[in-house]
């Protein structure tokens, strides 16, 4: 019999959570099938065709494959076409790609069988109403088809059935001889580019093939898809390629010119002698893997980690939880998470990236539970480097999970998304999905904070014409640091690859040498500078111009009145306002484009409520941007410093819903719940993550962890949903900190600063 096995186009939505540029594997696997029986077959991909490209539709979908009409001609004059639709055919959907690719495929009058072809380590969705959404087709054959497509072809039998599993050792092996092997390869470089990705934990090497060593997995976690179509409390199993198989396999995708093998195993390490024999076969050949499907951490060992080393560019495994209770009661996974620790650590020694996958959304999942999910997976971040994907919970048809929270048949568009983008409502879970999303959106600010550019804070003397009653180094002694060894330390961080630096002080113009420290800063590599002033030295317009052109990218001045009274009783200086502002209005004057001029106040029990008054004056003096600050608890800032932290935040509120949409504002040192509408502009201890702070005396701390000496968790933080980014509460002293002598042979000790790995 003449058969065309068909690899239709097909179109994905942009957050797809499979694999689709090798989805033509149950095609290719299928036409081995075929031939095997005894056929002649012709393999029609749309992905090894001239023209075959990702192109984006205005639904916001992209299209990837050749032209319907151009597949149509490949397919030519045969008695019957087997074409094999993946789990990105959207199956609740009358899908506008597949229905005129099968209308005109109907009109040659051939016979035409439709079928998954699934092979393992995709998500698999059931899709009811095959046949009666495409009438064209005689057959739909549901799972694996490589034994039934056959037997379908010889007997003519119509309807539904679900596919026989085949015994992998006698298996052909999928028939890519059949591929135009160069033009799928193009095909797989102009899906790169159209995609637009920056970064891929699995990339595509030039020549990537997909290959399956083994198909299924004998564990039970609830979201899985994995060996669908398995009846009610029949054991899960695996079944996996003989050793020689895999060997044979490596070495003829390699002679195909292969230097990329993509292994969609739905688990490849659940036997460790399987997986050594698949390295084995790797090391033979020389060649490159990725496996995106990942693998059992506790399967895993520093060893394997160290034979990974260079041929895969990230090892995924999943903990699911980090709630103990959770990842057994609830997934069913089975897994300690120590193991997943452990594999973290294993990894960083072995250089090998991880990434750990993480779910949010689960039925009876607690919200403090979700604290835990994300407390462990940044926890793992920060220590290790693990990186974590967190995804929403969903109940894919066909699964446990599904079953567990009765899922009603749901039109979704896609899939995918939904594990990226929505949280399911059908999922039952404890937390509402609207909260899941400020969970989720927390964490990742959370996450892009830990990621930013490392930052250097220096503080650049002690000194200070202000004597502020809250000032953080107010006891410490007034001194200036030592030019050479501050140099010094710009130097190192810069070498280390810190390109941010902020100046600091006590007030930093009354040291002589701040502009010739920010001019060295911007000569050695610097692309940003700040300095954060009083102000008072710029009321001299010559000063105020050398300040601004200096090779600066902001600076904020401090002021914490909006008039003469107010402002002298926080700085205990009369004639501080209005040299501040004077110093403020010649800076706004001589300030290059591109130079960033905001406004800091710190709130006070005598202040807070004048904070309309102080944006209304950051206005009027020509500053669009505030930073609004609560004390911290150093140096001279006590209890009755402090304001009520709820009338702070409310007249903080306030100031933001009038201002907002002409100043950038910044709210710093608040806990995320005192401004439950206004999250986008709080600032969390996690943003100074990459922060480090240089003394005078060139002692140097991590921001966030010296912030946090003084922070305290409160039961209200166990179910916050910005838990994760926020620092907790401050706990202000009664009286002062102790004097701080900083010592003349301190300033001009050798300094080696520590820097954080990240």
């Known amino acids: 019999m003449r058969v ?143 034994v039934t497509v056959p037997a379908l072809l010889e007997s003519g039998d119509a309807g539904v059935f679900d596919g ?10 999928p028939a890519w001889d059949l591929v135009d092997l160069e033009a799928l390869w193009a095909f797989h470089a102009r899906f790169v580019r159209g995609l637009g990705r920056p970064r891929w934990a699995f990339p595509m090497g030039a020549r990537t093939l997909p290959l399956l060593t083994t198909r299924g997995c004998p564990f039970r976690c609830i979201h899985c898809s994995s060996n669908p179509g398995l009846e009610p409390g029949a054991p899960k199993t695996q079944r996996r390629l003989p050793e020689a198989k895999v060997a044979g396999q490596s070495a003829a995708l390699k002679a195909l010119g292969v230097d990329t093998l993509y292994v969609l195993d739905e688990l490849i390490n659940v036997r460790k002698s399987h997986y050594r024999a698949f390295l084995d076969a790797i090391e033979a050949e020389d060649l ?44 069913g996974k089975e897994l300690d998470l120590s193991t997943i620790e452990r594999a973290a650590r294993d990894a960083q020694r072995a ?6 996958h993480y779910m949010i959304g689960l039925p009876g999942e607690s919200a403090a539970e979700v604290n835990e999910t994300l407390a462990f997976a940044l926890d793992l971040f920060d220590r290790f480097g693990a990186e974590p994907a967190v995804q929403y919970a969903t109940p894919l048809p066909g699964t446990e999970l599904a079953d567990k929270v009765q899922l009603p048949v749901v039109d979704v568009d896609d899939w995918g998304p939904r594990f990226q983008k929505v949280p399911s409502h059908e999922s039952h879970g404890v937390v509402d999905p609207a909260l899941l999303e400020t969970f989720m959106r927390t964490f990742e600010r959370r996450m892009d904070a830990s990621r930013g550019p490392q930052k250097l804070i220096m503080n650049v003397t002690y000194v200070c014409n202000n004597h502020c009653t809250f000032c953080a180094v107010g006891t410490r002694t007034q001194v200036d640091g030592h030019p050479t060894r501050q140099r010094e330390i710009l130097d190192k ?49 010559d000063f105020a111009r050398k300040l601004v052109q200096s090779g600066v990218s902001s600076i904020a001045f401090s002021v914490h009145g909006p008039d003469l009274a107010s402002h002298a009783r926080e700085v205990g200086v009369a004639e501080a306002f209005q040299q501040t502002t004077d110093g403020i209005r010649h800076c706004v ?51 009755r410093h402090a304001p009520d932290t709820a009338e702070a935040a409310e007249v903080t509120a306030a100031v933001i819903d009038e201002w907002a949409d002409r100043m950038k504002i910044q709210v710093i040192n608040l806990p995320w719940c005192f401004l439950p509408k206004h999250e986008a502009h709080v600032s969390g201890d996690a943003s100074k993550l990459a922060r480090h702070m240089v003394f005078v005396n060139n002692e140097t701390v991590n921001l966030a962890d010296y912030l946090a000496e003084r922070r305290v968790r409160k039961p209200v933080c166990e179910t916050c949903p910005h838990s994760c980014f926020c620092g907790g509460f401050y706990e202000l002293d009664d009286v002062p900190e102790p004097p701080w002598i900083v010592t003349a042979e301190s300033l001009t000790k050798k300094t080696r600063p520590e820097l954080d790995a990240r």
């Open 4 to 146: 065309a096995v068909v690899h239709p186009p097909l179109t994905i939505a942009e957050d797809f959570i499979d694999y689709p540029y090798v989805a033509d594997l149950g095609a290719v696997q299928v036409a081995a099938a075929v031939r095997a029986a005894g056929h002649e077959v012709r393999l029609v991909d749309c992905f090894a065709m001239a023209g075959a490209d990702l192109e984006w539709r205005e639904d916001g979908r992209a299209r990837l494959g050749a032209s319907t009409a151009a597949v149509l001609e490949a397919v030519g004059e045969v008695d019957a076409a087997v074409v094999v639709l993946t789990p990105f055919h959207r199956p609740w959907r009358d899908d506008d790609e597949v229905r005129p690719f099968l209308e005109g495929l109907a009109e040659t009058g051939c016979r035409i069988l439709l079928a998954d072809g699934y092979q393992s380590g995709q998500h698999y969705v059931q899709s009811p109403g095959m046949l009666e959404r495409y009438p064209m087709a005689e057959s739909y054959t549901r799972y694996e088809a490589e």
């Open 164 to 173: 026989e599993s085949p015994d992998l050792a006698t298996l052909a092996a």
């Open 288 to 331: 490159r893997f990725e496996v995106p499907n990942g693998f059992r951490a506790d399967y895993l060992d520093q060893a394997l980690f160290g034979r990974m080393r260079g041929r895969v560019t990230t090892v995924s495994v999943s903990a699911e939880s980090g709630s103990e209770r959770v990842v057994r009661d609830v997934v």
């Open 351 to 356: 250089g090998v990236p991880l990434l750990v």
């Open 493 to 541: 961080y810069r070498r280390h690859g810190v390109r941010l630096v902020d100046f600091d002080g006590g007030e930093p113009t009354l040291n002589p040498e701040l502009v010739p420290l920010i001019r060295h800063a911007k000569r050695v590599g610097y692309e940003r500078i700040h300095v954060t002033t009083n102000g008072r030295l710029c009321a001299y317009e």
């Open 589 to 639: 004057t001589h300030a290059p484009e591109g130079v960033d001029l905001g406004m800091n106040v710190t709130l006070t029990k005598t202040n807070f409520r004048k904070l309309p008054g102080l944006a209304q004056l950051a206005w009027d003096l020509g500053l669009r941007w505030l930073n609004i600050q609560f004390l911290t608890p150093f140096g001279r800032a006590t209890k």
